[in-house]
């Protein structure tokens, strides 16, 4: 099957998703341990708000609810390692291992487990269009994502606690959906609007959710309503 079309990306980076109800232990951790700037809040609908926090180009998105979020599998996204001032083997308040090192090779580089490593390299590779950059490593920008072969995944949700989905910044989400679609890629969520972002969700071969972004401050147009 034909690789899909260059993606024109709207940012140099991608960033990625948590889901907690410990948004407390969340801004002590970003915040308080590692000094990242807080960028803003979005409120999502159906019980969550959006902390957002800044690492190089990348956003660290925290979905807070009050609602108790049930205990959920780990999914294939595991770990992050981060650039930082100091080397530190921390954890997010769900559990969440984040590794800071001084000399990283990117800002945020995400871990990931997959089931099938040639899946995983065509998938972020040649459908999603990151950059190879090492045994089953891709990149985009200052962050990097980089997969070790292991037991198939539990697959769950993007909004149960824990690190759930990383983000790319594109310019016209519903067509790259469509054509991500028709090379057979999984569609969990169709594209929909919130304020002047329109976003759909895709899931790799191994079910994790990669959401397609089309944010009006970034590429510079207003985006489609519905």
Known sequence: MAAT????????????????????????LWEGRLGLAYDHLAKLGGGFHQHRWRQGDSILKVNHTRTPLAAAPVGGYR??????????DLQTPDGTPIVVRRVPGADLTLRAVTADTDAFARFYG?????????????????????????????????????????TVQIFDCDGLTAALERQGVEVGMAPRTIGQ??????RDPDGNWIELSERASLTGKPVREG
């Open 197 to 202: 972002v329109r976003y759909s969700f895709v």
């Open 79 to 88: 770990a992050l390692l981060l650039a930082g001032d100091e080397d530190a």
């Open 126 to 166: 040649e459908r999603l269009g990151l950059k190879p950059d090492g045994p089953h490593a891709f990149r985009l920008g200052e962050s990097r994502i980089v997969a070790a072969e292991g037991p198939a995944p539990a697959r769950a949700g993007w909004r149960e606690r824990g690190l759930r989905y990383m």
């Open 5 to 28: 079309a260059a993606i024109a990306f709207a940012k140099p980076a991608f960033d990625v998703g948590f889901a907690t109800n410990d948004l407390d232990g969340f801004r002590a």
